[in-house]
């Protein structure tokens, strides 16, 4: 990881959009009852950033932080250089429940952009404004369900492949599916405050299966004009694609026509949000291959966005080259 890895911390409201900051630090030292060696790149110091209240408090006069509440990481070394065992200890708090193989590379990305998207929308969209939400490519997880429980009214699911829907499905009807609970001890710490207990992830799973309940689980084909047909052409507040225009497109051509697509499904002064691999033609998760993508650069995804009628100059943005990763969210004019 070579650029700086923005994370947001529980700070105060109103100010998540200041993304722009730079600052230093080093030795976090040995404290108990556990010990990190050193911050020495942006990985190490999102495992940090997770640590409980009372643990942070050991290391926060050290940390850089200023009043908009970001803490930032200058990352000088790349993730394969870093050899301090931060990320195990972290990994063996009971509290997190944490491993590598449930939150790993885009995903664990995805929980911090989201709901600092969903924080900047509470602030600046009023209730009547963000009522549906849809997420198209969501697969056969319930991120945006959770991330935005708090957004939106109503939140419609829609992926190509039956088998992802099939598993939506058994969510909603409360069958036994994934185990969301380690998803929401993330979204909840990203978000502020101590981990969730038990009790309070299932308040939040409910809230989020209600939210879905009340909106539905479509199937959806980003290469028609007609992305989602059960929706009959209504317009969603709230559009969200994940790492998925990337995986079904072979051409740029196709890529852009595609977006043109999603996009119909969005009201004029909503908001989208994206996520998306960069410069790769493979999304992996550790060491197996999941699909393969279309290679595409960042003014690439600005450009075909920006010829969809989003406000492409003012959208919120994270991108993290030594993630590969861009999470945006623009308004759409």
Same mark, same amino acid.
């Given at each position: 990881?070579?650029?700086?890895?923005?994370?947001?911390?529980?700070?105060?409201?109103?100010?998540?959009?200041?993304?722009?900051?730079?600052?230093?630090?080093?030795?976090?030292?040995? *404290?108990?009852?556990?010990?990190?060696?050193?911050?020495?790149?942006?990985?190490?110091?999102?495992?940090?950033?997770?640590?409980?209240?009372?643990?942070?408090?050991?290391?926060? %006069?050290?940390?850089?932080?200023?009043?908009?509440?970001?803490?930032?990481?200058?990352?000088?070394?790349?993730?394969?250089?870093?050899?301090?065992?931060?990320?195990?200890?972290?990994?063996?708090?009971?509290?997190?429940?944490?491993?590598?193989?449930?939150?790993?590379?885009? %995903?664990?990305?995805?929980?911090?952009?989201?709901?600092?998207?969903?924080?900047?929308?509470?602030?600046?969209?009023?209730?009547?404004? =963000?009522? %549906?939400?849809?997420?198209?490519?969501?697969?056969?997880?319930?991120?945006?369900?959770?991330?935005?429980?708090?957004?939106?009214?109503?939140? *419609?699911?829609?992926?190509?492949?039956?088998?992802?829907?099939?598993?939506?499905?058994?969510?909603?009807?409360?069958?036994?599916?994934?185990?969301?609970?380690?998803?929401?001890?993330?979204?909840?710490?990203?978000?502020?405050?101590?981990?969730?207990?038990?009790?309070?992830?299932?308040?939040?799973?409910?809230?989020?299966?209600?939210?879905?309940?009340?909106?539905?689980?479509?199937?959806?084909?980003?290469?028609?004009?007609?992305?989602?047909?059960?929706?009959?052409?209504?317009?969603?507040?709230?559009?969200?694609?994940?790492?998925?225009?990337?995986?079904?497109?072979?051409?740029?051509?196709?890529?852009? =026509?595609?977006?043109?697509?999603?996009?119909?499904?969005?009201?004029?002064?909503?908001?989208?949000?994206?996520?998306?691999?960069?410069?790769?033609?493979?999304?992996?998760?550790?060491?197996?291959?999941?699909? *393969?993508?279309?290679?595409?650069?960042?003014?690439?995804?600005?450009?075909?966005?920006?010829?969809?009628?989003?406000?492409?100059?003012?959208?919120?943005?994270?991108?993290?080259?030594?993630?590969?990763?861009?999470?945006?969210?623009?308004?759409?004019?």
């Amino acid at each position: 990881m070579n650029s700086s890895t923005l994370l947001p911390s529980p700070g105060p409201p109103g100010v998540l959009d200041d993304f722009q900051m730079s600052c230093r630090f080093s030795n976090l030292g040995n *404290h108990s009852p556990e010990s990190f060696d050193s911050v020495s790149c942006g990985a190490c110091f999102y495992f940090i950033y997770m640590i409980l209240d009372h643990y942070k408090a050991s290391y926060i %006069t050290q940390l850089c932080e200023d009043n908009s509440g970001i803490l930032v990481c200058p990352s000088t070394m790349d993730e394969s250089q870093c050899h301090c065992q931060n990320r195990a200890l972290v990994y063996n708090l009971p509290e997190f429940a944490l491993n590598s193989d449930a939150i790993e590379d885009g %995903t664990r990305v995805s929980l911090f952009a989201l709901p600092v998207f969903a924080q900047l929308m509470l602030q600046t969209m009023r209730p009547s404004e =963000r009522e %549906t939400l849809l997420d198209i490519g969501a697969g056969p997880t319930v991120y945006s369900a959770l991330c935005f429980r708090d957004v939106s009214k109503r939140v *419609h699911l829609a992926d190509y492949v039956e088998r992802n829907l099939d598993v939506l499905r058994k969510w909603v009807r409360n069958e036994e599916t994934i185990d969301w609970v380690p998803t929401i001890k993330m979204i909840k710490r990203t978000e502020g405050g101590p981990v969730p207990t038990e009790k309070v992830c299932e308040e939040v799973e409910e809230k989020a299966r209600g939210l879905v309940k009340s909106g539905g689980i479509h199937f959806a084909d980003v290469h028609q004009e007609v992305v989602v047909p059960e929706l009959d052409g209504k317009q969603v507040d709230i559009l969200v694609s994940i790492f998925t225009l990337e995986s079904a497109c072979r051409n740029y051509e196709e890529y852009c =026509r595609c977006a043109q697509n999603m996009m119909r499904n969005l009201r004029s002064g909503g908001r989208f949000v994206l996520g998306s691999v960069l410069e790769d033609d493979e999304y992996n998760s550790g060491r197996q291959t999941i699909f *393969h993508l279309l290679n595409l650069r960042e003014q690439m995804i600005l450009d075909a966005l920006s010829a969809c009628g989003l406000d492409v100059a003012n959208a919120k943005k994270y991108v993290l080259d030594g993630e590969g990763v861009m999470f945006l969210m623009a308004t759409k004019l």
